[in-house]
């Protein structure tokens, strides 16, 4: 099991910068994909962004690509998202996933909250 806990969300003016983090614990992760979803109210949630074990693999949504940036520290056993330039549609709940195989059986955190206002 791996369980994992995000923090770094809150409320910001729209063209603000947030990071955030997400601290694992449990099973090793350093050779496990990871990765930042979102759901919005009254949505599904969706990828933001995605690593792999060594960082030569990443993935943004073209909603975020430019803006924000993910990164991971595997001696840490942490995973981060700078989020950059935000505007209010990135309002949502961000959650932190762990692919130990594929993305069907990954683990997930509790989620944080990022509201940005115009």
């Known amino acids: 099991q791996v369980q994992l806990v995000e923090s770094g969300g809150g409320l910001v003016q729209a063209g603000g910068s947030l990071r955030l983090s997400c601290a694992t614990s449990g099973r090793t992760v350093s050779t496990y994909g990871m990765g930042w979803f979102r759901q919005a109210p009254g949505k599904e949630r969706e990828v933001v962004a995605t690593i792999n074990w060594s960082g030569s693999s990443i993935y943004y949504a073209d909603s975020v690509k430019g803006r924000f940036t993910i990164s991971r520290d595997n001696a840490r056993n942490t995973l981060y998202l700078r989020m950059n330039s935000l505007k209010p549609e990135d309002t949502a709940v961000y959650y932190c996933?762990?692919?130990?195989?594929?993305?069907?059986?990954?683990?997930w955190g509790q989620g944080t909250q990022v509201t940005v206002s115009s």
């Open positions: 996933a762990v692919n130990p195989s594929s993305w069907a059986r990954a683990f």
